[in-house]
């Protein structure tokens, strides 16, 4: 086997070393009794050549881009990845390495995430970000505990109902065992989030507002900032589509204590869904009671600038059980990776492809609600809305498979109140004739 | 034996990002604007982020060069022990980049990505078979998080029962996450104090065992590199006492087809695929955590999970049970395909990496423990743990040591880990390291020993070769700057 580089000469003479007369005798350490007696049930070793046609068959048997034009979002977005980005993220120097706990020869992990907390800081508007979480729902919910450590004692926090049921369903999961509360927030009928009834909540350490929403909706952040304050609770901004920040107000902008949210957009492919980049940023105050890993600027025995893994007393290696989050790691690479993209993008990059990426959508759902959709919910939108169908267009999404098109996300499966209702999602990676195919398709 | 292999290289100085630049560069071809423009409302408008505008070529030069400050497994030998810093096949990588797999929605109906449906109820069956359980989620995205997703289950399975447990039994060479895991989900650790051979010691359990505890959560191999060797009559207490058991399977690369956890008596796993299986660490992350457990347990897996109906998968969240979600998807499925993908090409060879894995570490312990001192002195597992102790005389820590080494051109062990040896040296060799290779290491760890008795102060200097010398960690941590 390739991976395995013993000769049996090796073997032999390593046996000799140790003083075993087999490999078997290297488990002497293991009683008897613990060892395994039944036969596993694994494959012969594939070949590279076989694992490559095997692999081949299988990935031939998912519907994906550019065969397909599929208009989902939903926390997870098709975006143009450059070469160059694919590129250097393959550089093993980065790939292969340990987490940096070895500042000295771990410089280059370092400085690239020293950089990432820098763009995601001013991308989100906000002092400093982290290192990164797992992904868009667990940043929330470790935003959420972070908010319990900042007003202590508080037990409830409110969750909008627009704000992803996928990253909602995750905090429900964080919080079973605790006796931590989350009260939903109702919906407007233009698509974002009722926040008058906020006074009436008692004991609230937190309020968490996506913006763009689960429906692609605007928020107001600014407004929602004065009301969450007004109660005195920590302000939670998330989101999941962070390309809307190169042309929508930062929610730091707006008030905004915790900023957290999905990065996949940035150069990460959507891998079915992983792995992704929790973005997770806040305010210098807060910084002592924010989880994961944090890169910090020093300098070396002679003076000379240099990076280090810093102000991990707040982490489990070192305060075990009292520490800030459980999380170990981080999304390294996918953290590298945004960053990367972020700087192929640069300022006036981002600007433009943002805007791209709303006038696309804003063109698509023109023409849709020409062809016999309505609009039910009226808030402004960036690259995602909502669309409720005509009587009978189920159907039409059915057969749309057939011509490899997935016509948006029906969202009765999520909220069944809205019944025929659609999430679109639209990128750069659609052309206008793409859309004029669709808009065709479903007016016939 | 060659010279040593550390040499400084030519190591070029790079700014920061936003150092490099100039506004109206891009390194990125805008797609065609192909629709009319149209102004985003005023009330939500924003000025975009500070970023700095750059060239491709700046782009490329200015991570080329970053990288080259790095040290990979692809670079060198990697021993940082409980890490299995073991190759990263390439192959995997090939396949994780499929474009049917990285260009896959995850909210896809389940007719549309069949593909990837059938690799995962493969792979879930592939590691039920490796380990000996019953069932998998895949979903958990890293070791702790699948440390998380078990405490979770513990809790919903005590729940469910009606009982009301607060403590977690851990031993004291646990690795940090346990205990944070355990408190995340209102769980109270209680310490257990290894006994003189470094394992746990059942009449402790059995002491401390009672109806308020949930059970007990164990690193077997344990971080020592011994096997729990009692574990059946710990685990026997545990259950005797309606406890679970918890296995940390971070160590699993030493006993893969030699012992089947659910046959020792562990009712919960998790396993690290970033380690065992060969994923990248990619410089921290992403790895994934996936969760095995007996079959009494599977009805509080997390969901969406995967069933096969007529020759077809399908996503079913139809178990009410379950603990609900852990991840936003399906877990880190791009490093699941790589694990997947490693597990075919080994195959029932995966026996042999556990018993070359377990040789490595031993060659290393025989050839180093007369310069240092080995305070379990008996056949390890996968890894084995020296100390300073016989350096001490001459001033020389663990942490020179573990410097020294960089500029002999290896990653040094972990060290001060576990926290039950004092100054430990924590060597996890991994099998796919040549004997040729390890020869150098112990050379080099030998020289070290050398060094530390007849020029300490080189020892304490170190290093000296890699772009930076020792940075003042106080400093980054007294007045945090943590962004430019």
């Known amino acids: ?444 | 034996m060659t010279a040593s292999q550390g040499t400084t290289g030519l190591i070029l100085n790079e700014p920061l990002l936003w150092e490099r630049g100039k506004p109206g560069r891009t390194a990125f071809s805008l797609p065609r604007r192909d629709v009319e423009r149209k102004a985003l409302d005023p009330r939500h408008a924003g000025p975009g982020p500070d970023f700095p505008d750059l060239s491709e070529v700046e782009v490329i030069r200015h991570y080329t060069r970053l990288s080259q400050w790095n040290f990979g497994v692809d670079t060198g030998l990697y021993p940082l022990g409980s890490c299995t810093m073991k190759y990263n096949p390439k192959t995997n990588e090939r396949q994780a980049s499929l474009p049917g797999f990285a260009g896959a929605h995850p909210l896809l109906p389940d007719e549309l990505c069949q593909g990837a449906l059938e690799l995962m109820a493969h792979l879930q069956e592939l590691l039920a078979e490796v380990t000996g359980m019953d069932a998998v989620s895949l979903q958990p995205a890293a070791g702790a998080h699948g440390e998380l997703t078990g405490m979770l289950i513990f809790a919903a399975h005590f729940r469910n029962k009606g009982e009301k447990r607060t403590k977690i039994l851990i031993p004291d060479t646990a690795h940090g996450t346990n205990p944070a895991s355990c408190a995340l989900c209102g769980f109270r650790p209680v310490a257990l104090k290894s006994n003189e051979r470094g394992v746990v010691d059942p009449a402790v359990v059995q002491e401390l065992m009672d109806e308020e505890t949930a059970g007990i959560m164990v690193t077997n191999p344990n971080t020592l590199g011994l096997f729990e060797e009692n574990i059946q009559e710990v685990a026997e207490i545990v259950h005797r006492n309606g406890g679970l058991v918890y296995c940390d399977g971070a160590n699993m690369n030493a006993v893969m087809g030699i012992v089947n956890m659910k046959a020792i008596g562990v009712d919960v796993l998790h396993l690290n695929l970033h380690k065992t299986f060969s994923t990248p660490h990619g410089g921290g992350g992403p790895g994934a955590g996936p969760v095995c457990v007996t079959r009494q347990l599977e009805p509080f897996l997390p969901v969406p999970r995967v069933v096969q109906e007529g020759g077809a998968y399908r996503l079913s969240q139809d178990f009410p049970l379950s603990i609900g979600k852990v991840h936003a998807f399906h877990g880190n499925f791009g490093v699941l395909i790589k694990a997947y993908s490693y597990i075919l090409s080994m195959g029932e060879d995966l026996k042999k990496v556990s018993q070359l894995a377990v040789l490595n570490a031993n060659y290393i312990k025989e050839r180093l423990k007369d310069v240092f001192h080995l305070p379990f002195d008996r056949p390890c597992m996968h890894e084995c743990v020296f100390t300073d102790k016989k350096q001490q005389a001459h001033k020389v820590t663990t942490l020179d040591m573990a410097k020294r080494l960089m500029d002999y051109g290896f990653h040094p062990p972990t060290i001060y880990f576990p926290l039950v040896v004092h100054g430990a040296i924590m060597v996890e060799p991994t099998e796919t390291e040549t004997r040729e290779d390890l020869d150098r290491f112990i050379e080099a760890m030998r020289a070290i020993a050398r060094e530390a008795q007849e020029d300490p102060e080189r020892v304490r200097q170190a290093p000296t070769k890699p772009k930076l010398r020792r940075l003042n960690e106080a400093e980054a941590a007294r007045r945090p700057c943590l962004a430019g």
Not at chain 1, 42 to 59: F, G, K, S, V
Not at chain 1, 75 to 86: F, Q
């Open chain 1, 1 to 444: 086997m390739r991976y395995l580089p013993h000769t049996p000469e090796d073997v032999a003479s390593m046996l000799q070393a140790v003083g075993a007369d087999s490999l078997e005798e290297l488990f002497a350490g293991v009683p008897e009794t613990c060892r395994r007696k039944d036969a596993w049930n694994l494959p012969e070793p594939l070949t590279e050549w076989e694992l490559n046609a095997h692999m081949d068959r299988l990935a031939a048997r998912v519907a994906s881009s550019p065969y397909w034009k599929i208009y989902l979002g939903a926390g997870s977005y098709e975006h143009h990845i450059p070469a160059a980005v694919s590129y250097l993220l393959g550089r093993s120097e980065f790939s292969t390495a340990y987490t940096p706990y070895q500042p000295e020869i771990s410089q280059g992990t370092l400085q690239g995430i020293y950089e990432y907390q820098t763009l995601t800081a001013r991308l989100l508007g906000m002092d400093v970000a982290n290192a990164s979480m797992y992904d868009g729902a667990s940043a929330l919910a470790e935003a959420l505990l972070m908010a319990f450590r900042i007003t202590r004692k508080k037990k409830r926090v409110a969750v909008s109902r627009a704000v992803s049921p996928f990253y909602r369903r995750v905090v429900a999961t964080y919080f079973a065992p605790t006796d931590y509360e989350v009260v939903e927030l109702p919906l407007l009928a233009d698509g974002t989030t009722d926040l008058s009834g906020l006074g009436a909540i008692q004991d609230l350490a937190a309020v968490a507002v996506q913006s763009p929403n689960f429906f692609g909706c605007l928020e107001d952040l600014e407004a929602a900032g004065r009301a969450i304050h007004e109660t005195g609770a920590v302000f939670v901004a998330c989101f999941s589509e962070p390309l809307a920040f190169g042309i929508v107000k930062s929610p730091g902008a707006q008030g905004a204590d915790i900023v957290c949210g999905e990065g996949q957009s940035f150069g990460n492919p959507q891998s079915f869904g992983g792995p992704g980049l929790g973005m997770f940023a806040t305010r210098q105050d807060h910084v002592r009671k924010m989880p994961g890993r944090l890169v910090g600027r020093t300098t070396d025995l002679e003076g000379r600038p240099g990076f280090v893994l810093t102000l991990s007393t707040r982490e489990q290696h070192i305060r075990r059980a009292k520490a800030t989050s459980n999380i170990c790691s981080n999304q390294g690479l996918c953290a590298m990776t945004a960053a990367m993209y972020m700087a192929s993008l640069g300022g006036t990059g981002i600007r433009e492809l943002a805007q791209l990426n709303h006038d696309k959508a804003e063109y698509l759902k023109e023409g849709l609600l020409q062809a016999g959709f309505s609009a039910p919910l009226a808030a402004p939108t960036f690259n995602e809305f909502v669309l409720k169908a005509p009587a009978g267009f189920g159907q039409i999404w059915k057969r749309l498979q057939q011509e490899k098109i997935v016509a948006g996300l029906p969202l009765a499966p999520l909220y069944p109140e809205m019944e025929d209702h659609y999430l679109f999602c639209v990128t750069e990676t659609k052309s206008r004739d793409d859309l004029d195919v669709l808009i065709r398709e479903v007016s016939s």
